[in-house]
Each structure stands twice: as C-alpha cells, then as structure tokens.
C-alpha cells in the first residue's frame, strides 16, 4: 500500500512554498497534494471535478487546511468533511495565520483535530511545521484500516 | 313658634304681633268688663236699697194709718221701672200688706226675710225694715232682674267687635311696620341664598337699619368679604398652582421628549457603533490574516535564500537579509500587539471576582521560564481582589509586569512589586520596579500607541503596551497614571471602578 498523501489546502503560492518547504526540510516522505481553495478540496477528497474517478477508498493522512480560502471557506470544507461519512475520521489540522479566539473556537467546534498558528518568523514556522509532520505522520496512530468505511 | 317653623318670618311676625294685641285687648276688656260688673251690681245695689228706702219712708205714713191703698198706690208707681219686677210691703207681723207684680214674676215671698241684699240666681232681692223713731212698721221686699248676663252678652259683643277692629288695624299697622321690619331681613336672606346658589362671593347685603339687624348685615357682609378674600386667594393659589402643574408637565414632556431623542440618537449611535465594531472585527481579521502573510513571505524567503544559496550570498548580503528578517519579526509583533489593543475594545467586558495577584503569580511564572537567567526579585501582595474581567486584566499584567521586568533588565539587584492601597471599597493597584523609569515631563505621552520612552536599541517594544493596559483599565471604568524617576524605576497606579450593572451593555471604548 502507498504512502498515504499529504493534502495542503492553500490559495496563498508563497505559504504553499514555504510550508512545502517546511515539510521537505523536516523529511517528510509523503506526497504533498495542493488544492488552491475549498471547493478543489472538497472535489479530491471526494473525487469529483478535477479529481474526478480518484479512489476516494484512498483518503489523505493529514489534511492541513488554511481558513481563510476563495470559494469556499476553511471551516466549510470542515463541516462536510466532518459530516460525510468517508472524510469524517481522517485528521484535519487547521494551519491558519488567524489567532482569534473564535477562528479557534468554530474550528475545533467544528471537528478539528489541531489548530496551528502560522508563525511569522520562518524558523519557528518550519519547526512549526516539521512537528506537524512528526506528530501526524509518524507518531499518531490512524484509525485502522477496518473502520474505514468501505469503498 | 316652635311648632310652625316652616312659617316665614313676615307671617310669624304677623302671628306674634296679632296674638300679643288679642292678649291685650282680651286682659283690658276682661278688667274693664269685670270692673264694670262691679260697678253695675254696686249701681243695682244701692238704687234698690234706695228705692226699698224710699218705698219704706212713703209707706210709712200708710203702714202708722194700715192705709193699704196708699201704700199700693206707691207700690204701683214701680211699674215704670220696669226691671223691678216685684214688690211686696208687709206689716210688722210680717203679713203683706201691698204688694205689686210685673206680668210673668215669680211668686212672692209669703214672708218677709232678713234684712238685706242677696242675688239669687238673675234676681237681686232686697228685704228693708220700715221703721220709725221708736218702732219697726214693717219689711219693704222688692225684687229686681238683675240681668248680668245679658249685660256680660253685651260686652262680649262690644269686645269681639272691638277686638276685631283692633286686629283688624293691628294688621294693618303691622303690616306696614313689619315691613320696615322684615325688609332687611328678607334682603340678607335673599343675598344668602343668592351667593350659596351662585356663589358669587362680591354680592353684599344692603343696610336697612342700625339695629341688630343692620348689626347682622354688617356682620354677614364682613363675612362675606372675608370669604371673597379668602375664595380670591384660593382660586389665585389654584391658579398659581395649576400654572406650576402645566409648567411640570410640560417640562416632564420636554423631557420625555429629549429622552425619546436621546434614545433614538443612542439606538442610532449603537447601531453605527456596531456597525464600526464589525468592521473593526472584519478589519481585524484581515490584517491578523492578510498581513502576516507576506510577512512569512519575505521573512521566510530570505532564510530560504541564505540555507538554498549558501555560496552564492555574500556575508554583507547575509548582514542585510538578517536586518529584513528582524525587521518582519518586528513587524509580525506589531501586528500581534495592535490586534490584542483591539482584541482589548471589542466583546463584552465579563466582570467577576478575579485574584489579581494569583493572575501576577502565573505571569510572572511565565516570564521566569522565558528567561530563566534573570535574578530578579518579585513580591505579590496578598489579597488583591478585584471584580473585573479575568481576560483582560491578565493581558493588563502582562504588558505592566512585562515592561518591568523588561526595564529592570539592566538593574543589579532588580526588584518588582505588585501590590495596592485600599480605601474602604476602592483599592488603587500598582506595579512597582526599580528599574529604568522615565522622565515624568514624557509622562504625558505614556499611554499613546506607538508612543515610546526608549530607543529601540535600549529597550525592545512596539509602544502600544501601555495603550493597550490603558484601555483596558478605561473599560473598566477605572483611571491609570504612573510617577517614575530615570534610574530609578516606575510605579504604575491604576483603579478599576465601580462594577456597572449586570447586563448593560458594553459598548467599545
């Protein structure tokens, strides 16, 4: 079975290139997928649109999800995330440069599994990063393969 | 008088002036008449006795000469008194010796009585001795009507006529004099009866007379006038204070009226405030959103430059992309600090019982661990109790024990004290060090965003700290101020107000 992917949900280039970036440096293996905003999100995981006829059985390992996105918002494609039966266990981490209180709030509210803060400074931010990958891809153990729900 | 009392005055009077005539004249008849009976009996009397004299002395002769006939002829001369009726001479045997009777007379005594006057019945008897010097010759009787009644009939008729004339001017007289009387009476009667139906107070009563009447008049005019004073009075108070009532009540619609204004002008305010405040929040988003994002950008580029390119940057390169990186840094602390100066104005102030100095123990634990090398005394007051919102006064603390435990950095034996001074209810807290402090002629400029004391390359901060503590202290309706010395540290002093009422709300400083 491959590596399951990475999915990153960023429309800003330079943050996707930095937290790309971030990820390479801390070693992650896993394959990054981008989607520029919550509506290209929403049609990977679930393969439609562009991503139409994808193997939706194969669900990304960590979704990090910017919140303020085009289209749709961050906290929209956690709810349907969170409320369709094939995306509602796999881990969301929120990575946002929002530190308010209620961004915080409404995404773990909503079914968030971390709420991270973009640092502004590029070294806290790629440790920021790195510990992410650690956590997610290394350390938590996914929900087994049985309690997938069936393709 | 009691009797009738619905009776007016003019016919009492009439009845009080008619009865008191009739008594009169009833008392003067009834003496006149009784003395007159007197009179007319004594009359009878001694004209009977006269006459029996009389009779007695020419009946002499005959009696002395038993001349019956003589005697007779004597005897009959009474019929020219007609109201003697009977007459009768006897002898001295007492045998009648003439007698003479009136048609129709009772019959004669047989014997002669005992001499004297008797009325018997309507009758006067007289019974007289005839005598001579030595002898009596015999008893004259004679019996006369005495007719008392008939005379009493008669002055019963005189006295009812009399007395009818006389009741008849009495009431004539009195009725002319009472009117004299009654006139003013009736004139105060009918003013009485006029000012209670009309209540018209200025009517007066006209003086008729100077007698109690007039007394009456003047006294009932004087009360009236007394009553038209005080009505006057009355009605000018009424009127005084009918013109206070209207004047209240249109100040109180004034006020209503500047209340209503006041409230529409308050609803207008809330609605713009609100309307500000989400555009302050909007604003706020983007900015903690949008602008840190180039922030990371640039800062995060430039490091990728130095780590991808490691020979190909020069070291007065490298020199230069660190300065853009901690000038990013800086900027990303700006941008932290103005979101918590306005993170501080917007939501509801939540008061409750919070332990100020429990909240300074955990910064201040906070910034032991951040900097574990720091010597640095810090004493924290027991008991700082304060009701007030727990977020922002822990933001409060640590921008005040922050900036010192900051600017004691470079004091020997730095010393920080948090504490307050209490005065019944109100207590004034205060964040002591004895470090750095300032000039107190810059104090003026303390509390204004962006406004700093030091120079960067002194001390590291944004400015906006002690703007950000002042509006939380303002909000809480409270006052800060601070007296320092350069070199020798700062104290900051501030209040906390009085909590307002649960439930109002609280709009943005």
């Known amino acids: ?151 | 008088m009691n009797a009738a009392p619905r009776f007016p005055v003019r016919r009492k009077l009439l009845a009080v002036i008619l009865a008191a005539t009739a008594a009169a004249l009833l008392v003067a008849i009834g003496a006149m008449v009784a003395y007159d009976l007197y009179l007319y009996r004594q009359s009878w009397i001694n004209d009977l006795r006269t006459q029996a004299d009389l009779l007695g002395r020419t009946s002499s002769a005959a009696l002395t000469f038993d001349d019956p006939a003589a005697a007779q002829e004597n005897l009959d001369l009474l019929r020219y008194r007609p109201r003697i009726r009977a007459a009768v001479i006897y002898d001295a045997r007492g045998r009648r010796f003439a007698s003479f009777a009136a048609p129709g007379a009772a019959p004669l005594p047989r014997l002669p009585g005992p001499e004297g006057v008797h009325v018997a019945g309507d009758h006067i008897v007289v019974f007289k001795r005839i005598s001579n010097e030595r002898e009596i010759l015999g008893t004259v009787y004679l019996r006369a009507d005495y007719r008392l009644y008939e005379r009493l009939l008669g002055y019963l008729g005189i006295a009812a006529v009399v007395m009818g004339l006389a009741m008849a001017v009495a009431y004539l007289l009195s009725s002319r004099l009472r009117e004299t009387f009654v006139r003013p009476l009736l004139a105060i009667t009918a003013v009485a009866s006029e000012v209670s139906e009309r209540r018209n107070f200025s009517l007066r009563a006209e003086k008729l007379s100077e007698d109690e009447i007039g007394l009456l008049a003047d006294s009932f005019n004087g009360m009236l006038a007394e009553i038209e004073r005080m009505t006057r009075h009355l009605e000018s108070s009424n009127a005084e204070l009918a013109r206070e009532v209207a004047e209240r009540r249109r100040a109180e619609e004034e006020v209503l009226r500047l209340n209503a204004e006041l409230e529409q002008r308050v609803r207008e305010r809330t609605t713009q405030l609100e309307y500000t405040n989400a555009e302050l929040e909007a604003f706020c988003y983007s900015v903690s959103h949008d602008l840190r994002a180039p922030l990371r950008s640039i800062d995060g580029f430039s490091q990728a430059l130095i780590e991808d390119f490691p020979q190909h940057v020069p070291e007065e390169a490298k020199g230069y992309l660190a300065r853009i990186r901690s000038a990013t840094q800086r900027m990303g602390q700006l941008i932290e600090d103005l979101l918590n100066l306005s993170r501080v104005s917007r939501g509801e102030l939540q008061r409750r019982d919070v332990d100020l100095g429990q909240i300074a123990q955990e910064v201040v634990a906070e910034l032991r661990q951040r900097e574990p090398q720091r010597k640095i005394e810090v004493s924290v007051w027991e008991g700082l109790k304060a009701h007030a919102d727990a977020r922002l006064m822990r933001a409060a603390l640590e921008n005040l024990i922050g900036n010192a435990w900051k600017f004691s950095s470079r004091t020997a034996e730095a010393r920080i004290e948090i504490g307050a001074l209490r005065d019944g209810e109100h207590a004034t807290f205060f964040v002591r060090d004895n470090g750095a402090g300032f000039d107190m002629r810059y104090a003026n400029k303390l509390f204004g965003a962006f406004q700093r004391l030091h120079g960067a390359g002194e001390f590291q901060g944004t400015g906006i700290g002690l703007a950000t503590v002042q509006r939380i202290v303002h909000r809480h309706g409270g006052r800060i101020w601070a007296d320092a010395q350069p070199g020798k540290g700062a104290v900051f002093y501030f209040t906390l107000g009085a909590p307002r009422a649960a439930g109002a709300s609280e709009l943005a400083a």
């Open chain 1, 1 to 151: 079975m491959a590596e399951k992917c990475i999915l990153l949900v960023e429309d800003n280039p330079d943050d996707e290139a930095l937290t790309t970036r971030a990820l390479r440096m801390a070693k992650t293996a896993n394959d990054i997928v981008v989607a520029r905003d919550g509506a290209e999100a929403l049609d990977y995981v679930f393969g439609e649109g562009r991503f139409a006829g994808r193997d939706v059985s194969q669900q990304p390992a960590v979704i990090l999800l910017d919140l303020k996105l085009p289209k749709v918002s961050g906290l929209e494609v956690l709810q349907r995330l969170r409320a369709d039966p094939r995306t509602r266990l796999v881990p969301v981490v929120v990575l946002t440069s929002s530190s308010e209180d209620e961004d915080m709030l409404k995404s773990y509210e909503s079914g968030a599994n971390s709420y991270v803060r973009k640092p502004v400074e590029f070294g806290t931010f790629v440790h920021a990063v790195s510990q992410l990958g650690v956590y997610w891809l290394l350390l938590n153990q996914p929900v087994p393969q049985r309690w997938q729900p069936s393709p």
